[in-house]
Protein backbone atom coordinates (compact mmCIF):
# COMPACT_ATOMS: atom_id res chain seq x y z
CA UNK A 1 0.00 0.00 0.00
CA UNK A 2 1.35 3.41 -0.61
CA UNK A 3 1.43 6.74 0.98
CA UNK A 4 -1.80 7.68 -0.47
CA UNK A 5 -3.45 4.55 0.10
CA UNK A 6 -2.39 4.18 3.31
CA UNK A 7 -3.62 7.80 4.54
CA UNK A 8 -7.31 7.18 2.54
CA UNK A 9 -7.11 3.97 4.93
CA UNK A 10 -6.80 5.72 8.07
CA UNK A 11 -8.68 8.76 7.24
CA UNK A 12 -11.58 6.59 6.79
CA UNK A 13 -11.14 4.70 9.65
CA UNK A 14 -11.43 7.59 11.97
CA UNK A 15 -14.35 8.70 10.10
CA UNK A 16 -16.05 4.86 11.09
CA UNK A 17 -14.97 5.65 14.22
CA UNK A 18 -16.82 9.03 14.96
CA UNK A 19 -19.65 7.82 13.33
CA UNK A 20 -20.24 4.88 15.82
CA UNK A 21 -19.23 7.05 18.53
CA UNK A 22 -21.98 9.68 18.27
CA UNK A 23 -24.58 6.71 17.33
CA UNK A 24 -23.39 4.99 20.84
CA UNK A 25 -21.73 2.18 19.30
CA UNK A 26 -18.23 0.11 19.87
CA UNK A 27 -16.58 1.27 23.42
CA UNK A 28 -18.00 1.19 26.50
CA UNK A 29 -19.27 3.90 29.91
CA UNK A 30 -19.43 2.98 33.31
CA UNK A 31 -22.55 3.53 35.68
CA UNK A 32 -23.86 1.95 38.36
CA UNK A 33 -21.73 0.60 41.67
CA UNK A 34 -18.50 -0.19 40.82
CA UNK A 35 -19.92 -0.92 36.89
CA UNK A 36 -17.38 -0.44 33.65
CA UNK A 37 -20.41 -0.99 31.24
CA UNK A 38 -23.49 1.04 30.70
CA UNK A 39 -24.86 -2.11 28.45
CA UNK A 40 -24.55 -4.52 31.69
CA UNK A 41 -27.28 -4.01 34.65
CA UNK A 42 -26.15 -5.91 38.10
CA UNK A 43 -28.35 -5.19 41.27
CA UNK A 44 -27.44 -6.91 44.36
CA UNK A 45 -29.76 -7.28 48.05
CA UNK A 46 -29.48 -4.15 50.35
CA UNK A 47 -27.15 -4.37 52.94
CA UNK A 48 -27.97 -7.17 55.90
CA UNK A 49 -27.27 -7.32 59.71
CA UNK A 50 -27.94 -10.97 61.49
CA UNK A 51 -27.54 -11.99 64.71
CA UNK A 52 -27.38 -15.88 64.34
CA UNK A 53 -25.68 -18.65 62.34
CA UNK A 54 -28.45 -20.16 59.70
CA UNK A 55 -27.69 -20.07 56.66
CA UNK A 56 -27.95 -17.16 53.93
CA UNK A 57 -28.63 -16.66 50.53
CA UNK A 58 -28.25 -13.54 48.35
CA UNK A 59 -29.72 -13.47 44.72
CA UNK A 60 -27.63 -11.35 42.14
CA UNK A 61 -29.51 -9.67 39.08
CA UNK A 62 -28.18 -9.26 36.04
CA UNK A 63 -29.17 -8.02 32.19
CA UNK A 64 -27.69 -6.54 29.42
CA UNK A 65 -28.84 -4.42 26.70
CA UNK A 66 -26.34 -5.45 23.79
CA UNK A 67 -27.23 -9.52 24.16
CA UNK A 68 -26.88 -11.89 27.09
CA UNK A 69 -25.40 -12.63 30.27
CA UNK A 70 -22.80 -14.70 29.21
CA UNK A 71 -20.27 -15.22 33.15
CA UNK A 72 -21.04 -14.13 36.45
CA UNK A 73 -19.37 -14.45 39.76
CA UNK A 74 -19.61 -13.78 43.35
CA UNK A 75 -16.55 -12.61 45.32
CA UNK A 76 -16.68 -12.21 49.60
CA UNK A 77 -13.67 -9.83 50.80
CA UNK A 78 -13.63 -9.94 54.93
CA UNK A 79 -13.58 -5.96 55.87
CA UNK A 80 -13.16 -6.79 59.55
CA UNK A 81 -9.51 -7.39 60.88
CA UNK A 82 -8.94 -11.02 61.98
CA UNK A 83 -12.64 -11.91 61.01
CA UNK A 84 -13.24 -15.92 60.88
CA UNK A 85 -13.92 -16.71 57.07
CA UNK A 86 -17.73 -17.20 55.92
CA UNK A 87 -18.31 -21.28 55.69
CA UNK A 88 -20.35 -23.67 53.77
CA UNK A 89 -20.43 -21.24 50.28
CA UNK A 90 -22.20 -22.23 46.94
CA UNK A 91 -22.23 -21.64 43.99
CA UNK A 92 -20.01 -18.70 43.99
CA UNK A 93 -18.94 -19.22 40.41
CA UNK A 94 -22.74 -19.25 39.62
CA UNK A 95 -22.76 -22.55 37.82
CA UNK A 96 -26.13 -22.92 38.62
CA UNK A 97 -28.00 -19.83 37.57
CA UNK A 98 -32.01 -18.79 36.58
CA UNK A 99 -33.34 -16.56 34.27
CA UNK A 100 -35.97 -14.54 34.39
CA UNK A 101 -40.07 -15.36 33.66
CA UNK A 102 -39.37 -12.41 30.82
CA UNK A 103 -36.25 -13.15 29.69
CA UNK A 104 -34.75 -10.63 29.78
CA UNK A 105 -31.81 -11.12 32.53
CA UNK A 106 -30.61 -14.34 34.57
CA UNK A 107 -30.12 -13.92 37.98
CA UNK A 108 -27.29 -16.32 40.33
CA UNK A 109 -28.27 -17.38 44.04
CA UNK A 110 -25.02 -17.13 46.14
CA UNK A 111 -25.09 -19.39 49.53
CA UNK A 112 -23.10 -18.91 52.59
CA UNK A 113 -22.89 -19.77 56.50
CA UNK A 114 -21.66 -16.99 59.17
CA UNK A 115 -18.83 -18.21 60.54
CA UNK A 116 -18.81 -20.72 63.64
CA UNK A 117 -17.30 -18.65 66.25
CA UNK A 118 -16.29 -14.78 66.29
CA UNK A 119 -14.66 -12.56 68.64
CA UNK A 120 -16.47 -9.71 67.92
CA UNK A 121 -18.94 -8.02 64.86
CA UNK A 122 -17.33 -8.91 61.57
CA UNK A 123 -18.01 -7.43 58.58
CA UNK A 124 -17.44 -8.67 54.76
CA UNK A 125 -18.27 -7.72 51.76
CA UNK A 126 -19.83 -9.29 48.87
CA UNK A 127 -19.82 -8.17 45.42
CA UNK A 128 -21.57 -9.57 42.04
CA UNK A 129 -20.02 -9.26 38.84
CA UNK A 130 -21.29 -9.85 35.20
CA UNK A 131 -19.99 -10.02 31.56
CA UNK A 132 -22.32 -10.07 28.08
CA UNK A 133 -22.10 -11.85 24.93
CA UNK A 134 -20.24 -8.42 23.83
CA UNK A 135 -17.77 -8.36 26.62
CA UNK A 136 -19.32 -5.31 28.55
CA UNK A 137 -18.71 -6.14 32.45
CA UNK A 138 -20.76 -4.41 35.61
CA UNK A 139 -20.67 -4.94 39.23
CA UNK A 140 -22.03 -4.14 42.03
CA UNK A 141 -21.57 -4.69 45.99
CA UNK A 142 -23.41 -5.19 48.86
CA UNK A 143 -22.38 -5.85 52.93
CA UNK A 144 -23.24 -8.52 55.78
CA UNK A 145 -22.35 -7.70 59.13
CA UNK A 146 -22.35 -10.79 61.31
CA UNK A 147 -22.83 -9.92 65.12
CA UNK A 148 -21.02 -11.74 67.63
CA UNK A 149 -23.87 -13.51 69.36
CA UNK A 150 -24.26 -15.14 65.86
CA UNK A 151 -21.71 -17.42 67.45
CA UNK A 152 -22.16 -21.19 68.11
CA UNK A 153 -20.33 -20.53 71.56
CA UNK A 154 -22.58 -19.46 74.41
CA UNK A 155 -22.07 -17.52 77.42
CA UNK A 156 -19.66 -19.37 80.27
CA UNK A 157 -22.27 -20.44 83.18
CA UNK A 158 -20.71 -18.57 85.80
CA UNK A 159 -20.88 -19.89 89.37
CA UNK A 160 -20.20 -17.66 92.71
CA UNK A 161 -19.91 -18.91 96.84
CA UNK A 162 -23.10 -19.18 98.56
CA UNK A 163 -24.74 -15.91 100.05
CA UNK A 164 -22.74 -15.35 103.84
CA UNK A 165 -22.71 -12.91 106.66
CA UNK A 166 -19.68 -11.20 108.12
CA UNK A 167 -18.95 -8.99 111.47
CA UNK A 168 -17.15 -5.76 110.39
CA UNK A 169 -13.34 -6.67 110.21
CA UNK A 170 -13.45 -10.32 108.92
CA UNK A 171 -11.74 -11.10 105.97
CA UNK A 172 -14.45 -12.49 103.49
CA UNK A 173 -13.54 -14.97 100.79
CA UNK A 174 -15.14 -14.96 97.15
CA UNK A 175 -14.95 -18.16 94.82
CA UNK A 176 -15.97 -17.73 91.70
CA UNK A 177 -15.47 -21.20 89.27
CA UNK A 178 -17.06 -20.62 85.47
CA UNK A 179 -17.94 -24.02 82.95
CA UNK A 180 -17.67 -23.76 79.15
CA UNK A 181 -20.03 -22.69 77.59
CA UNK A 182 -19.65 -24.40 74.61
CA UNK A 183 -19.66 -27.59 73.58
CA UNK A 184 -16.37 -27.55 72.31
CA UNK A 185 -15.06 -26.90 76.12
CA UNK A 186 -11.21 -28.19 75.60
CA UNK A 187 -9.23 -25.37 75.05
CA UNK A 188 -11.16 -23.02 76.66
CA UNK A 189 -9.38 -20.78 79.21
CA UNK A 190 -10.91 -18.28 81.05
CA UNK A 191 -10.06 -14.88 82.60
CA UNK A 192 -11.72 -13.65 85.79
CA UNK A 193 -12.56 -9.81 86.93
CA UNK A 194 -14.36 -9.33 90.28
CA UNK A 195 -16.14 -5.86 90.63
CA UNK A 196 -18.40 -4.11 93.37
CA UNK A 197 -21.71 -4.27 91.87
CA UNK A 198 -23.64 -3.55 95.36
CA UNK A 199 -21.84 -1.17 97.74
CA UNK A 200 -24.63 0.32 99.81
CA UNK A 201 -22.84 2.93 100.48
CA UNK A 202 -19.08 1.58 101.52
CA UNK A 203 -15.92 1.30 100.38
CA UNK A 204 -14.72 -2.42 99.71
CA UNK A 205 -11.22 -2.94 98.82
CA UNK A 206 -11.16 -6.05 97.12
CA UNK A 207 -8.20 -8.11 96.84
CA UNK A 208 -6.89 -10.61 94.15
CA UNK A 209 -10.01 -8.96 91.82
CA UNK A 210 -7.87 -10.94 89.07
CA UNK A 211 -8.36 -14.57 90.11
CA UNK A 212 -11.00 -16.85 90.76
CA UNK A 213 -10.51 -16.51 94.34
CA UNK A 214 -10.66 -13.05 96.16
CA UNK A 215 -11.36 -11.63 99.51
CA UNK A 216 -12.06 -8.54 100.68
CA UNK A 217 -12.27 -7.41 104.84
CA UNK A 218 -15.65 -6.47 105.53
CA UNK A 219 -16.00 -2.41 106.74
CA UNK A 220 -17.68 -1.33 109.91
CA UNK A 221 -20.98 -0.49 110.17
CA UNK A 222 -23.29 0.17 113.04
CA UNK A 223 -26.54 -2.10 111.15
CA UNK A 224 -26.94 -5.41 109.14
CA UNK A 225 -26.06 -4.13 105.35
CA UNK A 226 -25.71 -6.82 102.47
CA UNK A 227 -23.16 -6.14 99.79
CA UNK A 228 -23.05 -7.50 95.92
CA UNK A 229 -19.70 -8.22 94.04
CA UNK A 230 -19.85 -9.33 90.90
CA UNK A 231 -17.59 -12.04 89.02
CA UNK A 232 -17.15 -11.59 85.45
CA UNK A 233 -15.64 -14.62 83.38
CA UNK A 234 -14.53 -13.90 79.98
CA UNK A 235 -13.36 -17.29 77.77
CA UNK A 236 -11.13 -17.46 75.22
CA UNK A 237 -13.71 -16.91 72.78
CA UNK A 238 -14.78 -13.90 74.06
CA UNK A 239 -17.89 -14.75 75.64
CA UNK A 240 -18.62 -13.20 79.15
CA UNK A 241 -20.74 -14.72 81.81
CA UNK A 242 -21.36 -13.33 85.79
CA UNK A 243 -22.45 -14.21 88.49
CA UNK A 244 -23.00 -11.77 92.14
CA UNK A 245 -21.96 -12.99 95.64
CA UNK A 246 -23.87 -11.42 98.36
CA UNK A 247 -22.18 -10.79 101.93
CA UNK A 248 -24.66 -9.24 104.65
CA UNK A 249 -22.02 -7.36 106.86
CA UNK A 250 -22.87 -7.27 110.59
CA UNK A 251 -22.03 -4.83 112.96
CA UNK A 252 -19.16 -4.87 116.07
CA UNK A 253 -20.79 -6.51 118.59
CA UNK A 254 -17.55 -6.76 121.23
CA UNK A 255 -14.34 -4.04 121.10
CA UNK A 256 -12.23 -5.39 118.17
CA UNK A 257 -9.58 -4.79 116.01
CA UNK A 258 -9.89 -4.16 112.28
CA UNK A 259 -6.62 -5.18 110.09
CA UNK A 260 -5.67 -2.61 106.96
CA UNK A 261 -2.19 -2.68 105.39
CA UNK A 262 -0.78 -1.10 102.85
CA UNK A 263 1.68 -3.59 101.94
CA UNK A 264 1.84 -6.30 98.57
CA UNK A 265 2.11 -5.86 95.01
CA UNK A 266 5.44 -6.93 92.26
CA UNK A 267 8.93 -7.25 93.46
CA UNK A 268 12.30 -8.50 92.13
CA UNK A 269 14.10 -11.48 93.63
CA UNK A 270 15.95 -10.46 96.34
CA UNK A 271 14.23 -7.81 97.73
CA UNK A 272 13.45 -6.74 101.33
CA UNK A 273 10.01 -5.55 102.35
CA UNK A 274 7.94 -3.88 105.23
CA UNK A 275 4.77 -5.90 106.34
CA UNK A 276 2.52 -2.89 107.31
CA UNK A 277 -0.08 -3.16 109.42
CA UNK A 278 0.41 0.40 111.52
CA UNK A 279 -2.82 1.71 109.79
CA UNK A 280 -5.05 -1.13 111.68
CA UNK A 281 -8.01 0.95 113.87
CA UNK A 282 -9.54 -0.14 117.18
CA UNK A 283 -13.51 -0.11 117.75
CA UNK A 284 -15.35 -0.25 120.29
CA UNK A 285 -18.98 -2.00 120.75
CA UNK A 286 -20.77 0.95 118.58
CA UNK A 287 -18.32 0.67 115.86
CA UNK A 288 -16.62 4.18 116.51
CA UNK A 289 -12.66 4.11 116.78
CA UNK A 290 -11.24 3.99 120.72
CA UNK A 291 -8.02 4.33 121.83
CA UNK A 292 -5.98 1.16 123.17
CA UNK A 293 -3.65 -1.48 122.70
CA UNK A 294 -3.68 -3.85 119.37
CA UNK A 295 -2.03 -6.99 119.00
CA UNK A 296 -0.24 -8.00 115.73
CA UNK A 297 0.61 -11.09 114.37
CA UNK A 298 2.38 -11.54 111.06
CA UNK A 299 2.73 -14.89 109.32
CA UNK A 300 3.65 -16.64 105.54
CA UNK A 301 0.70 -18.52 104.69
CA UNK A 302 1.25 -19.70 101.10
CA UNK A 303 3.25 -19.94 98.05
CA UNK A 304 2.34 -20.59 94.48
CA UNK A 305 3.72 -22.89 92.78
CA UNK A 306 3.79 -24.82 95.97
CA UNK A 307 7.35 -25.75 95.44
CA UNK A 308 8.13 -22.02 97.02
CA UNK A 309 10.40 -22.49 100.21
CA UNK A 310 8.65 -20.85 103.17
CA UNK A 311 9.82 -17.17 104.05
CA UNK A 312 10.41 -16.18 107.79
CA UNK A 313 9.15 -13.08 108.96
CA UNK A 314 11.15 -10.53 110.78
CA UNK A 315 9.56 -9.35 114.30
CA UNK A 316 6.03 -10.48 113.13
CA UNK A 317 4.54 -9.59 116.52
CA UNK A 318 5.10 -5.87 115.67
CA UNK A 319 2.85 -3.78 113.00
CA UNK A 320 5.40 -3.40 110.81
CA UNK A 321 7.48 -6.40 109.81
CA UNK A 322 9.77 -7.43 107.36
CA UNK A 323 10.78 -10.15 105.15
CA UNK A 324 13.73 -10.86 102.83
CA UNK A 325 12.43 -12.59 99.51
CA UNK A 326 14.65 -15.90 97.66
CA UNK A 327 17.60 -13.86 95.60
CA UNK A 328 16.96 -17.08 93.09
CA UNK A 329 13.65 -17.47 91.89
CA UNK A 330 13.80 -19.10 88.36
CA UNK A 331 9.67 -19.28 88.36
CA UNK A 332 7.08 -16.33 88.79
CA UNK A 333 5.93 -16.60 92.13
CA UNK A 334 3.34 -15.47 94.74
CA UNK A 335 3.71 -14.98 98.37
CA UNK A 336 1.08 -14.91 100.49
CA UNK A 337 1.10 -13.76 104.28
CA UNK A 338 -1.45 -12.74 106.72
CA UNK A 339 -1.85 -9.92 109.24
CA UNK A 340 -3.39 -11.16 112.42
CA UNK A 341 -4.91 -8.58 114.92
CA UNK A 342 -6.68 -8.56 117.66
CA UNK A 343 -7.62 -6.42 121.01
CA UNK A 344 -5.68 -9.27 122.98
CA UNK A 345 -2.55 -11.19 123.02
CA UNK A 346 -2.14 -13.81 119.84
CA UNK A 347 -0.45 -17.02 120.25
CA UNK A 348 1.57 -18.83 117.31
CA UNK A 349 -1.36 -20.65 116.42
CA UNK A 350 -3.12 -17.00 115.91
CA UNK A 351 -5.73 -17.62 118.95
CA UNK A 352 -6.54 -15.34 121.52
CA UNK A 353 -8.53 -14.43 124.01
CA UNK A 354 -10.35 -11.74 121.93
CA UNK A 355 -11.65 -11.90 118.67
CA UNK A 356 -8.98 -11.93 115.84
CA UNK A 357 -9.11 -10.75 112.47
CA UNK A 358 -7.07 -11.07 109.58
CA UNK A 359 -6.25 -9.92 106.15
CA UNK A 360 -4.26 -11.47 103.31
CA UNK A 361 -0.85 -9.62 101.61
CA UNK A 362 0.28 -10.95 98.45
CA UNK A 363 3.28 -10.78 96.81
CA UNK A 364 3.82 -11.27 93.41
CA UNK A 365 8.32 -11.94 92.75
CA UNK A 366 8.97 -12.41 88.55
CA UNK A 367 11.41 -14.94 87.89
CA UNK A 368 15.24 -14.02 87.10
CA UNK A 369 16.24 -13.50 83.69
CA UNK A 370 17.19 -16.91 81.66
CA UNK A 371 20.58 -17.69 81.57
CA UNK A 372 22.11 -16.85 77.50
CA UNK A 373 25.20 -19.22 77.62
CA UNK A 374 28.01 -19.45 74.77
CA UNK A 375 31.67 -20.75 74.46
CA UNK A 376 34.22 -19.05 73.30
CA UNK A 377 35.79 -21.40 70.33
CA UNK A 378 33.62 -23.92 70.74
CA UNK A 379 35.14 -26.03 67.98
CA UNK A 380 38.98 -26.00 68.63
CA UNK A 381 41.68 -27.88 66.51
CA UNK A 382 44.94 -28.56 68.36
CA UNK A 383 47.65 -31.24 68.36
CA UNK A 384 48.66 -34.03 70.75
CA UNK A 385 50.14 -32.69 74.41
CA UNK A 386 48.90 -29.00 74.01
CA UNK A 387 47.07 -27.10 76.87
CA UNK A 388 43.64 -26.69 75.89
CA UNK A 389 41.59 -23.82 77.69
CA UNK A 390 37.46 -23.61 77.39
CA UNK A 391 35.92 -20.49 78.44
CA UNK A 392 32.30 -19.95 78.73
CA UNK A 393 30.72 -16.97 78.58
CA UNK A 394 27.15 -15.50 79.70
CA UNK A 395 25.17 -12.58 78.55
CA UNK A 396 25.22 -9.02 80.39
CA UNK A 397 21.62 -9.43 81.86
CA UNK A 398 22.58 -13.09 83.51
CA UNK A 399 25.97 -11.65 84.65
CA UNK A 400 24.63 -9.21 87.66
CA UNK A 401 24.02 -10.71 91.37
CA UNK A 402 23.35 -13.62 92.16
CA UNK A 403 26.05 -15.34 91.22
CA UNK A 404 25.92 -17.92 88.21
CA UNK A 405 27.76 -21.15 88.62
CA UNK A 406 29.50 -23.25 86.12
CA UNK A 407 30.17 -27.19 85.85
CA UNK A 408 32.46 -28.95 83.35
CA UNK A 409 31.63 -32.54 81.92
CA UNK A 410 33.21 -34.36 79.23
CA UNK A 411 30.31 -36.44 76.97
CA UNK A 412 32.27 -37.59 74.32
CA UNK A 413 36.49 -39.36 73.01
CA UNK A 414 39.18 -40.40 75.28
CA UNK A 415 39.32 -39.60 78.53
CA UNK A 416 41.32 -36.09 79.92
CA UNK A 417 41.59 -34.48 83.36
CA UNK A 418 39.73 -31.22 83.30
CA UNK A 419 41.52 -28.06 86.00
CA UNK A 420 38.77 -26.25 87.62
CA UNK A 421 34.89 -27.74 85.97
CA UNK A 422 33.25 -25.97 88.72
CA UNK A 423 34.81 -22.86 86.98
CA UNK A 424 33.56 -19.75 84.43
CA UNK A 425 37.17 -21.60 82.54
CA UNK A 426 37.92 -25.47 82.76
CA UNK A 427 41.55 -26.84 81.06
CA UNK A 428 43.23 -30.08 80.08
CA UNK A 429 46.10 -31.48 78.00
CA UNK A 430 45.21 -33.25 75.03
CA UNK A 431 45.63 -36.58 74.77
CA UNK A 432 48.24 -38.23 72.42
CA UNK A 433 47.38 -39.45 68.80
CA UNK A 434 49.63 -42.04 66.94
CA UNK A 435 51.24 -40.61 63.66
CA UNK A 436 48.98 -41.52 61.01
CA UNK A 437 46.14 -42.53 63.34
CA UNK A 438 42.22 -40.81 63.20
CA UNK A 439 42.18 -37.33 65.05
CA UNK A 440 40.27 -38.08 68.18
CA UNK A 441 37.41 -36.24 68.88
CA UNK A 442 36.55 -34.77 72.82
CA UNK A 443 32.97 -33.79 73.35
CA UNK A 444 32.46 -31.49 76.97
CA UNK A 445 29.29 -29.73 78.08
CA UNK A 446 29.35 -26.80 80.18
CA UNK A 447 26.05 -26.05 82.83
CA UNK A 448 25.65 -22.50 84.40
CA UNK A 449 22.66 -22.24 86.74
CA UNK A 450 21.87 -19.79 89.53
CA UNK A 451 21.49 -22.71 92.06
CA UNK A 452 25.05 -24.81 93.19
CA UNK A 453 24.55 -28.46 92.06
CA UNK A 454 21.39 -28.27 89.87
CA UNK A 455 20.78 -30.63 87.35
CA UNK A 456 21.15 -29.23 84.24
CA UNK A 457 19.08 -28.65 82.54
CA UNK A 458 17.04 -27.80 84.68
CA UNK A 459 14.81 -24.14 85.78
CA UNK A 460 17.47 -21.55 85.68
CA UNK A 461 19.96 -23.48 84.15
CA UNK A 462 21.63 -23.39 80.46
CA UNK A 463 23.80 -25.62 78.71
CA UNK A 464 26.15 -25.40 75.96
CA UNK A 465 28.64 -27.51 74.40
CA UNK A 466 31.86 -27.49 72.60
CA UNK A 467 34.61 -29.64 70.76
CA UNK A 468 37.76 -30.54 70.47
CA UNK A 469 39.57 -32.26 68.23
CA UNK A 470 43.36 -33.82 68.33
CA UNK A 471 45.40 -33.98 65.72
CA UNK A 472 48.42 -36.76 66.04
Sequence with gaps: MNFQSRFAYHALVATLSLFLSACGGGGSSSSGSGST?????????????????????????ASSSAGAITSMYWQITTLTLGANPVTAVGNSSCTTTQADATGSGVSCTLQLTPPS???????????????????????????????????????????????????????VPLTCSAAAGTTEASGVTYTYQWVVSNAAGLTLNLINSTSASASFVAPVVTQAT????????????????????????????????VPISVSGGSVSPGTTQQLDGSASKLYDANG????????????????????????????????????????????PTTYTFTLYVSSAPIDPTNLSSSAVKKYPVVYYVSALPPIV???????????????????????????????????????GGPQVTLLNFNS?????????????????????????????????????????????????
Design 288 to 331: KVTTGTIYYLWQYTAGSPSTASPISVINPNNAIATIVFPSVITT
Design 117 to 171: ILTADDTYQLSFFATDVKGNTSNSTTTLKVLQSASSTSNPVVTVGASSSATSGDT
Design 37 to 61: SSAVSVTVPAPLTVSNGTPLTFVGH
Design 424 to 472: QSTAFIAPTVATGATPANLAFTVCASYLQQVACPGAGSATYSALVVVNP
Design 373 to 411: LSINNPIVTVTSGTTVFLTANVSANSASSPPIYFSWIQT
Design 226 to 257: TVGVQCRVTDSNQKTGTATQSVTINPIVLPTA
